[in-house]
């Protein structure tokens, strides 16, 4: 029996434009661009693969700041020292931080405030979860759905209240055109509905969170007027991380995790330096995967025809 539409969404996501990268390509090469500064980047969820990766890239493009938070500070310390040795001028914040938590995160805004002001660009939030694989419902814990929805979905939305009044500050403070950016690192888990790795918690979770971002972009729009904030869910790529080694991921899947950690990262700065060709992108699901050209050049037919969002099919 062939897939249903549904059952075939996330295949068609993949594939949305013909070339997938897994590495840095040079027309993203955050090595070789310069971000205005001052600019400062916050990643919460910062200690992982794709979150080291992210300081990595901004470290590279000249950012002026950085701020890591997650819950193993000797982790992000070590991200931040990385940073410093790609960048020694950069300044850096490393915090601990329960992303789970809607007080770790405003304490996080708080100092971010108070070390850089008016100087934050970007916020990503790159924190996840994923119990085991577990294929039938009636195994699957209590706990999970919980850990899964309060770190996959709450965090973006605690992040996005203590977060958003700052970027609009450094929006406001800001000489330049330059929006700001608030992303998600998102999962091409989001609209799966089957398969052996279509575990509910994770899936439902992950989704949860890309219409919280969509709700954000058109709030941030309906509330000010403008577009002065770039929003978007970000499918990180299949990255051999400690998180997906945790997730249990069968072994026929491990092969086809061959995205580099520094992918997303780069992916992140080419959004940041060039807004006014990405604007219409806002508020949308997009993969780091896919070439920016190919993925520019379907501009018109994104816009027209509302793709890269949720919504029921009538």
């Not at 931080?97 to 405003?106: G, K, N, R, T, Y």
């Not at 998180?243 to 950690?261: D, G, H, K, V, W």
């Not at 997303?264 to 940041?272: I, K, M, Q, R």
Request: some cysteine; glycine content about 6%.
């Amino acid at each position: 029996m062939s897939p249903t539409p549904s059952q075939d969404n996330d295949r068609a996501l993949r594939q949305f434009v013909p070339t997938l990268h897994t590495d840095v390509y040079d027309t993203i090469d955050p090595s070789k661009t310069k971000i205005t500064q001052p600019f400062t980047a916050v990643i919460l969820g910062g200690s992982g693969a794709v979150g080291s990766g992210l300081a990595r890239a901004y470290a590279r493009a000249g950012a002026t700041g950085i701020v890591l938070a997650a819950r193993r500070l000797s982790l992000i310390e070590a991200v931040a020292d990385e940073a410093k040795a790609i960048s020694p001028s950069i300044q850096t914040l490393a915090m601990q931080c329960d992303v789970s938590s809607a007080s770790d995160i405003a304490a996080v805004a708080t100092a971010t405030r108070t070390r850089f002001g008016a100087t934050v660009g970007i916020v990503v939030v790159n924190a996840g979860y994923s119990g085991h694989i577990v294929p039938d419902i009636a195994q699957e814990s209590v706990e999970n759905f919980q850990n899964a929805f309060s770190i996959n979905t709450m965090a973006s939305a605690y992040a996005a209240q203590s977060f958003i009044p700052i970027l609009n500050e450094s929006a406001a403070a800001n000489t330049t055109s330059q929006k700001r950016l608030f992303l998600a690192v998102s999962s091409m888990s989001a609209p799966t509905v089957s398969g052996p790795v279509a575990h509910i918690h994770y899936c439902a979770s992950k989704f949860a969170q890309v219409r919280v971002i969509e709700m954000l972009k058109e709030q941030q729009h309906a509330a000010n007027g403008d577009d002065s904030i770039f929003f978007a869910s970000l499918h990180p790529g299949g990255v051999k991380s400690d998180f997906a080694r945790q997730s249990n991921i069968p072994e026929s899947f491990l092969p086809f995790m061959t995205e580099s950690p520094d992918l997303a990262g780069a992916f992140c700065v080419w959004l940041t330096q060039n807004q006014s060709r990405i604007q219409g992108l806002s508020g949308r699901f997009l993969s780091v995967k896919w070439d920016v050209d190919e993925l520019l050049g379907k501009m018109d037919e994104i816009v027209d025809k509302d793709l890269l969002r949720a919504r029921f099919a009538v």
